[in-house]
């Protein structure tokens, strides 16, 4: 594509990070100058590449001439810093030294954002710059650009989510192949959807810092990582898989964040005013959306007054997918330098309380493993009806539907499994109807708790 006319001097780019993502940036930043530069109305120069060991192997498309190992001394002489370094406390370091030093940073650090986004919020209001993150939420997919700005407007009532792309693998893979949580998770770490220790994926820390983010932007209220309930899918198991295709539904690692208005339905759910953030493996019916994003594709679903039901679905993580997302915030932020102007600040005027996870209003189904006599149903139905829980279905399987117990030391001779789906009700609720029942004479165990969404 030809050029337009370009005559602002160039804008100085740094590279913080040279990883799978870092790579793929530096690579656009090289081989779309051209586009880049008619797009902007000045050239973007990467000035340097900041990196922990110089001497290191790197891809050929990296000219060596541009690492450096001394990132303090590069993000002061740049217009536009680029970090895709992660971690915490460097990240924040550097980051706020571009800052003050007028640069305007763009970050796909969800971690920091999640751990302590208001410093750089702050930091750059008051410097004037921009601050841009479209990529640390569900990699290339548009997602933080449409709350923040094209949702400005509208009120979002609910964000729901698949924003780890590791867990939905290691989920599709169980639900299509039958295999069990370990050979999933070792499939993906063979494949590079999973790092060595997958820690942070498969128990929610990555999740929960995206939605603490979404939350923050969606409900103009800061939401740290703290105030995100999480539960990974560790405890998930192939029963579990097997009796969800049995109640037509998928199990999904859902990020969840929900405004509580105070009103509605108040037998319901909660009439508390605020915010709920969860993180959870839950039971998603196969009508939904959500239920057929497959392998380690992400997809958020945001639920907004006048607007109604948005889908955003793509690929989460890698390379060029992400280097994409950061490309567009870069090419955001060096308009802003050539014509004027500033993105959007960080806004928290609702500034609504963090409601505990007790007060989000959810569906419960339950698995147990009951004597096979009569009258056991009725004892569980008396329980939840105790609580204020009612039963929304009951099921009983059947040959050939699943028949273990789900409880390794049980035996199944002289025993019956119940599979009960409840209605909306609060999850302190749920969580108490499901201690109830545990303690009844004739239930042997409850081996499976799951909630319902989407539905």
């Not at 992660?86 to 796909?108: K, P, Q, Y």
């Not at 209220?221 to 192939?238: K, P, W």
């Not at 994409?324 to 050539?338: E, P, T």
């Not at 499994?417 to 303690?439: G, K, R």
Request: charged letters at 20%; a negative charge; aromatic letters at 4%.
């Amino acid at each position: 594509m030809p050029s337009a006319a370009v005559s602002h001097p160039p804008l100085r780019v740094a590279l913080l990070g040279c990883g799978v993502v870092g790579t793929q940036v530096a690579r656009l930043l090289t081989q779309e100058a051209e586009d880049l530069a008619a797009r902007v109305g000045a050239r973007l120069e990467l000035v340097g590449i900041a990196v922990r060991d110089a001497a290191a192997p790197r891809d050929p498309v990296i000219d060596r001439a541009l690492l450096t190992e001394d990132a303090e001394a590069l993000v002061e002489r740049a217009d536009i810093v680029v970090e895709v370094m992660g971690g915490i406390e460097s990240a924040r370091a550097l980051l706020l030294r571009a800052i003050g030093a007028g640069a305007a940073v763009v970050t796909a650090n969800k971690a920091l954002l999640a751990e302590d986004g208001p410093t750089l919020y702050r930091a750059a209001d008051d410097a004037g710059v921009d601050i841009y993150f479209e990529a640390a939420v569900a990699g290339a997919i548009p997602i933080v650009r449409p709350v923040r700005e094209s949702l400005a407007g509208d009120h979002v009532r609910r964000v729901l989510g698949i924003v780890n792309g590791t867990t939905n693998y290691v989920l599709d893979q169980m639900t299509s192949t039958g295999a069990g949580l370990a050979e999933a998770v070792k499939e993906a770490q063979d494949l590079g959807y999973a790092e060595a220790d997958p820690t942070a994926d498969v128990e929610g820390y990555d999740a929960a810092a995206k939605a603490a983010i979404l939350a923050s932007l969606a409900f103009h209220t800061r939401v740290s990582l703290e105030d995100v309930a999480r539960e990974g899918i560790m405890a998930v198991t192939a029963d579990d898989v097997a009796w969800a295709a049995q109640t037509g539904h998928v199990i999904k690692l859902l990020a969840i964040a929900e405004l509580h208005d105070g009103g509605g339905d108040r037998s319901a759910g909660s009439a508390a005013e605020g915010v709920s953030v969860r993180v959870h493996p839950a039971l998603v019916p196969t009508s939904h959306p959500l239920a057929g994003v497959r392998g380690s594709f992400n997809a958020v679903f945001v639920e907004a007054q006048s607007a109604g039901e948005l889908m955003f679905y793509g690929r989460g993580a890698g390379g060029s997918p992400t280097a994409s997302a950061v490309l567009g915030d870069v090419v955001s932020a060096a308009r802003h330098r050539v014509l004027g102007g500033k993105g959007p600040q960080e806004s928290t005027y609702a500034e609504l309380p963090i409601l505990p996870a007790t007060a989000a209003v959810t569906r419960y189904q339950v698995r147990l493993a009951v004597d096979d006599r009569p009258g056991v149903l009725a004892q569980v139905a008396q329980a939840l009806a105790a609580h204020g829980v009612s039963i929304e279905a009951v099921r009983q399987p059947t040959a050939p539907e699943v028949q273990s117990t789900g409880a390794a030391d049980l035996p199944t001779a002289g025993l019956a499994q119940l599979v009960i789906t409840t209605h909306a009700a609060p999850e302190s609720a749920l969580a108490a109807t499901v201690a109830s029942v545990a303690e009844l004479e004739p239930v042997r165990a409850v081996t499976s708790v799951l909630r319902v969404e989407g539905a």
